[in-house]
């Protein structure tokens, strides 16, 4: 079957290496493990040239004065109109890329205010399937306030949602948010959980020794986080937790894998709160290290997220084999079991703190909720098998048709 592959976000990039750019590149590549041939029309570009050109942003200091004397509303609004205006030049792209492709399908992932992948769809009468990574008008005006386009928003997130073929949600928060807010059946919705590509997950046995070497974890518990050192991640949250439980436990270590805005006020908590010695902070790491620093992990924490996010890390921590901790909200239910497959808790410091010492204190437990969300894992949520599902639930007609 062909597939055309459409991000109309003018800067989401292919080749970035950010989730959004590895999230297009995992379903673009399971579709052709698949067996598929796929095409892409990405309008944020393709390259690592264009990721370079687009992160070198030049401040416009009349730009700024501007901002300054004009109500947030309408700057805001002036923002919108031009990712309208930039919809309408992707649609003339998509067309001519239909027009020379002649897919039999095609998969958009879903933006803010951009309705060219639906219309194009319906006016070549081609199967459409939209996916949804957040409630975008909602998150769009929590981020950066309201918006005096904010109807005409509304208006095209309806439009999205109703006209194309399925939409493809990664957490049932998203489904039920949609559903309640723009009445769209429930029959329009798949339920796609995020997943991961098992073959990116590499490790060196010798690497991994030598850091166990140079962290001195070679007879301690280890307890730890990956991922970007932000407030909303909760890493401070997993840094109060350990301040409650470290004297009981002194044999256990705490290691934070990452960089971002946090890091130097997390830094001075631990010195504060006497836990410097027992908290390794690594910074940013290479890519192809992250998961060598994950095999270090006994118990590893995932301390909060967003209501809607079907959150990557967790699928990580538990191809790998790892004890996990997570949020107790729905896209985490959705594929995860509470003392089955790891624990779940409010993200408070107390509850993570018990949580932990149970996961400490229990080393069957550890073993038995690993064991039990690596399978699932393993079988049910890498990305070549959500494509093979995705299209086998809903296109298999069309799938069958073109073999």
């Given at each position: 079957m062909k597939i055309l592959y459409y991000s109309p976000h003018p800067h989401i990039n292919l080749a970035a290496q950010t989730g959004a750019g590895t999230h297009i590149r995992e379903v673009i590549q399971a579709f052709r493990e698949n067996g598929h041939e796929v095409a892409t029309l990405i309008m944020g570009g393709e390259t690592q040239e264009e990721v370079r050109q687009t992160t070198v942003v030049k401040q416009n200091t009349l730009k700024q004065r501007l901002k300054s004397f004009v109500p947030a509303c309408i700057w805001e609004g002036i923002k919108d109109w031009q990712m309208a205006k930039f919809d309408a030049l992707a649609q003339q792209k998509l067309l001519a890329?239909?027009?020379?492709?002649?897919?039999?399908?095609?998969?958009?992932?879903?933006?803010?205010?951009?309705?060219?992948?639906?219309?194009?769809?319906?006016?070549?009468?081609?199967?459409?399937?939209?996916?949804?990574?957040?409630?975008?008008?909602?998150?769009?005006?929590?981020?950066?306030?309201?918006?005096?386009?904010?109807?005409?928003?509304?208006?095209?997130?309806?439009?999205?949602?109703?006209?194309?073929?399925?939409n493809v949600v990664n957490s049932s928060a998203i489904r039920d948010y949609f559903i309640k807010k723009y009445k769209v059946s429930e029959a329009k919705f798949q339920l796609i959980p995020n997943a991961i590509n098992v073959d990116m997950l590499k490790t060196d046995?010798?690497?991994?020794?030598?850091?166990?070497?140079?962290?001195a974890f070679s007879d301690k518990l280890?307890?730890?986080?990956?991922?970007?050192?932000?407030?909303?991640?909760?890493?401070?949250?997993?840094?109060?937790?350990?301040?409650?439980?470290?004297?009981?436990?002194?044999?256990?270590?705490?290691?934070?894998?990452?960089?971002?805005?946090?890091?130097?006020?997390?830094?001075?908590?631990?010195?504060?709160?006497?836990?410097a010695d027992k908290v390794i902070f690594t910074g940013k790491i290479p890519h192809k290290?992250?998961?060598?620093?994950?095999?270090?992990?006994?118990?590893?924490?995932?301390?909060?997220?967003?209501?809607?996010?079907?959150?990557?890390?967790?699928?990580?921590?538990?191809?790998?084999?790892?004890?996990?901790?997570?949020?107790?909200?729905?896209?985490?239910?959705?594929?995860?079991?509470?003392?089955?497959?790891?624990?779940?808790?409010?993200?408070?410091?107390?509850?993570?703190?018990?949580?932990?010492?149970?996961?400490?204190?229990?080393?069957?437990l550890r073993k038995r909720v690993a064991t039990s969300f690596q399978q699932k894992v393993l079988q049910k949520h890498t990305w070549k098998h959500e494509a093979k599902h995705l299209l086998a639930t809903h296109f298999n007609e069309l799938v069958l048709s073109k073999k």
């Open positions: 890329k239909i027009a020379a492709f002649q897919p039999d399908l095609i998969y958009e992932r879903a933006a803010y205010m951009q309705t060219s992948g639906v219309l194009a769809a319906k006016k070549h009468q081609i199967k459409h399937i939209l996916e949804w990574n957040g409630p975008f008008v909602q998150e769009r005006t929590q981020l950066y306030g309201t918006s005096c386009y904010l109807p005409f928003a509304k208006k095209n997130e309806h439009k999205q949602l109703m006209t194309t073929t399925l046995n010798l690497a991994i020794e030598k850091l166990r070497v140079k962290y280890v307890v730890g986080f990956v991922g970007q050192i932000m407030a909303w991640h909760g890493v401070g949250i997993l840094l109060e937790a350990f301040a409650l439980l470290h004297q009981q436990h002194t044999n256990v270590r705490l290691l934070i894998v990452g960089e971002g805005k946090m890091l130097a006020a997390y830094k001075q908590y631990v010195q504060e709160n006497g836990i290290e992250v998961f060598n620093h994950i095999s270090l992990m006994d118990i590893t924490v995932m301390p909060n997220s967003n209501w809607y996010g079907s959150p990557v890390k967790i699928f990580e921590y538990g191809a790998m084999g790892k004890a996990i901790i997570a949020p107790n909200n729905i896209p985490v239910r959705d594929v995860m079991t509470d003392n089955e497959d790891g624990i779940l808790v409010e993200p408070n410091a107390d509850a993570l703190k018990l949580a932990l010492i149970k996961l400490i204190d229990n080393e069957v």
